[in-house]
């Protein structure tokens, strides 16, 4: 398998491609054939365009893009982790953030 790092594409745009998947990963039909092209774009000092390009020629007839933008907030981030169900232990573990 091929490992690459991210390249940057110009002064503000961050390149990342992503292929060589495990046949195991599955994405709306897609497995190892899958090819994503992933690029952050600072668009404003507080925003960057995420765009994402996905390809498979095995499952789509043509790459297809979603994007979003990303805003910079001020407020606190928290970790969000799978619980399975386990209430006790979030609670214990946000405890913390509430007091």
Sequence with gaps: MERRLARPMG???????TSNFSPESVFM???ETLRLVERFTRV???TIKYEITMSDPIVWTRPWTAEIMLAQKTDRL????CHEGNFAI????LSGAHK
Aim: glycine share 4%; aromatic share 4%; no cysteine.
């Design 90 to 93: 979030m609670t214990d573990i």
């Design 44 to 46: 404003a000092p507080d």
């Design 29 to 31: 039909g897609s497995r």
């Design 11 to 17: 002064r503000d745009t961050l390149v990342v491609e």
């Design 78 to 81: 928290y970790e969000v982790a």
